[in-house]
């Protein structure tokens, strides 16, 4: 079977454990409902406007929520040790990891496509079309925090101490990503022109390429037994 | 093997020699020689120490990155050894500049700290290794910690870069907060002070880095021999008891 077979064969395999059980999605949907929740209250929304925070809202909502996507991804490998069975299937070490970050993308996206919605309507944002052009933004930057995630939760969740050290380790190496994202979502939002957050886009697509081309590389090191 | 041992011992016990002279030397250098600053005062001094262990910071990175490559390429044991005291030594000097940077900033620009690209990054980075001697910690073996903190370490280093960018842009403009690198607008006297400081402190990093490393082969060792089951040889019979204060 090709390599991009595999790929698919993985996240594939991802998906249909989810949509059989079911038990990710609603949780991580309702944790990033709740984090908005949390900063509407902290927030007096009636001063200040959505715009200038409406953006490091979301991408807080997002990573919370994706490190959360992240630990269970790998969690699920390891109940009833399948990781072995992965491990000795006839695929490309490189191949699980894409896949598994394939699987992460399409979760943390389901996730992002109904919050944005609804932080508009919650924050009361005066819906534009602007807000489309926000969904390539998320897409690209959603890429990098799966790269790096899945590489560092591969780890992780082999280990003990999971919740907390996976968000310890992906959180500073996530910086870029986080401020890129920020920092573009915001404006975008706030209609600013194209030349103003050119070059923000540039450094997420750099950070996506160069993590997930040193990810396929290394990933063969981090499950080996 | 005595023999060859006191002869590589030779060379690493001149060279603490000469780390325990330089030491004193730069303090009476830079609290004695050095003139004062004219705009920031005495507290200006405490630069010498915060550049060279800034320098110090990014040796230890840049030792840990290509030591786990080449860890990762090779499988040799000493690789990972002196990859994980690179690290170590990087996060204890980065400690170093994070502690005497604040000092420094609160009389100068009058705040403890700010969003300056160089502080921002310098913390984000410590974060990073602190996270890589964490994960290296929960590991469950010696061999997964060196594969693991490998991984880690090629990818902070990869990062670096790019957070400094990131951190650099989102602040727009950053403020120009002192002219540091390179020294270029240093009076001599400071510049030389400069100079033997950081020759010191690199000094003492390969001091640090040597012994660290001697203590990780050590710590292989010991786990290797309890690992084969050799404890302590068995008494031989008739001999003499074990005092107590021996145990």
């Known amino acids: 079977m090709s390599f991009l077979g595999d790929v698919a064969l993985v996240a594939g395999k991802d998906l249909r454990t989810e949509l059989r059980s079911r038990d990710q999605i609603v949780t991580l949907l309702f944790f990033a409902l709740l984090v908005l929740v949390v900063f509407n209250f902290a927030f007096d929304f009636t001063v200040i406007d959505f715009v200038s925070l409406g953006a490091g809202i979301l991408w807080v909502a997002f990573i919370f929520s994706g490190v959360l996507a992240l630990s269970h ?13 992965i491990l000795l299937a006839p695929i490309d070490r490189s191949a699980f990891y894409l896949g598994k970050v394939a699987a992460t993308i399409l979760f943390m996206s389901a996730v992002e ?21 926000v969904i390539p933004i998320l897409i690209l930057n959603t890429v990098g ?33 986080a401020l890129a ?9 706030a209609g600013r022109p194209f030349d103003r957050y050119a070059s923000w886009i540039a450094l997420s697509a750099a950070y996506d390429a160069i993590f997930l081309s040193a990810a396929v590389l290394l990933f063969d090191y981090v499950l080996e037994e | ?40 005062g005495v507290v200006q001094r405490i630069f010498y120490f915060h550049l060279p262990s800034a320098f110090m910071t990014f040796l230890g990175v840049f030792l840990c990155a290509a030591c786990s490559t080449l860890y990762l390429l090779t499988r040799a044991r000493r690789y990972d050894i002196a990859a994980h005291a690179s690290a170590e030594l990087g996060v204890v000097f980065c400690t170093i500049v994070l502690v005497t940077g ?6 100068v620009w009058g705040v403890w700290w700010t969003g300056e690209v160089r ?68 009076e001599p006297t400071m510049q030389r002070a400069l100079l033997l400081c950081s020759v ?18 050590l710590q292989d060792e010991v786990e290797r021999l309890s690992h084969a089951g050799v404890r302590r040889p068995a008494r031989p019979a008739g001999g003499p008891e074990p005092k107590e204060s021996d145990r």
């Open chain 2, 200 to 217: 010191t402190f690199t000094l003492l990093f390969a001091h640090l880095l040597i012994q660290r490393c001697r203590l990780g082969f």
């Open chain 1, 73 to 85: 991804s790998f969690q699920i490998e390891r109940e009833q040790d399948r990781i072995q069975g």
């Open chain 2, 102 to 107: 604040p000092i420094w900033a609160r009389p």
């Open chain 2, 1 to 40: 093997m005595h023999a060859t041992e006191r002869m590589s011992d030779l060379p690493q016990r001149l060279l603490f020699l000469l780390v325990s002279l330089l030491v004193p030397v730069c303090l009476y250098v830079v609290f004695g020689v050095v003139p004062t600053e004219q705009k920031m």
């Open chain 1, 181 to 189: 994202a920020v920092k573009t979502t915001s404006q975008i939002l």
């Open chain 2, 119 to 186: 502080l921002t990054s310098t913390l984000i980075l410590w974060l990073i290794f602190v996270g890589y001697l964490l994960l290296r910690d929960t590991a469950e073996n010696r061999e997964q910690a060196a594969r693991w903190g490998a991984v880690v370490a090629i990818v902070g280093a990869l990062d670096v870069p790019i957070i400094y960018k990131s951190v650099e842009w989102w602040r727009g403009l950053h403020p120009k907060v002192l002219k540091i690198s390179g020294g270029g607008g240093l």
């Open chain 1, 145 to 177: 925090f799966a790269a790096v995630g899945t590489l560092f939760a591969a780890m992780t969740t082999q280990t003990r101490r999971s919740e907390l050290l996976l968000p310890l380790l992906l959180f500073p190496a996530a910086v870029p990503i």
């Open chain 1, 113 to 133: 496509a109904i919050v944005v919605p609804v932080s508009v309507l919650m924050f009361n944002y005066r819906f534009s079309a602007r807000v489309a052009l």
